[in-house]
């Protein structure tokens, strides 16, 4: 059974938008946190952005803060990442990533810290 199921990557330019969609199981949708994470080739794995299940507090790496947004809906269970102004360095494999650990209502950005995966999708963008 899928439990998280990523689309929306693909191949753009810089400058240009894509937006991610994550559709999660019941169950996985309930976890508190959920999260993104890409993993560009030769490069460990990176936090992206979190958000939480009930109040939607929000997290970003810095490198993606003022481009990219997350949100939940709930009626789809989805999780969405908005990316805006890409750029090159964006470019690698971005996973979906629930039943994350919090410290004091805020999303681990730990990738050790989320139990479940999805397969991830494509982001390409190019200079």
């Known amino acids: 059974q899928v439990q998280l199921m990523e689309s929306g990557g693909g191949s753009v330019e810089a400058g240009g938008s894509l937006k991610l969609s994550c559709v999660a199981s019941?169950?996985?949708?309930?976890?508190?946190?959920m999260a993104w994470f890409r993993q560009a080739p030769g490069k460990q794995r990176e936090f992206v952005a979190s958000?939480?299940?009930?109040?939607?507090?929000?997290g970003y790496a810095d490198s993606v803060k003022g481009r990219f947004s997350v949100s939940r809906h709930d009626a789809e269970n989805t999780l969405s990442l908005q990316m805006n102004n890409l750029k090159p360095e964006d470019t690698a494999m971005y996973y979906c990533?629930?039943?994350?650990?919090?410290?004091?209502?805020?999303?681990?950005?730990?990738?050790?810290?989320?139990?479940?995966w999805g397969q991830g999708t494509q982001v390409t963008v190019s200079s």
């Open positions: 990533a629930a039943e994350g650990q919090s410290v004091f209502g805020v999303c681990s950005q730990a990738t050790y810290e989320y139990v479940r």
């Open positions: 958000i939480v299940h009930d109040n939607r507090t929000t």
């Open positions: 019941a169950d996985m949708y309930r976890a508190y946190c």
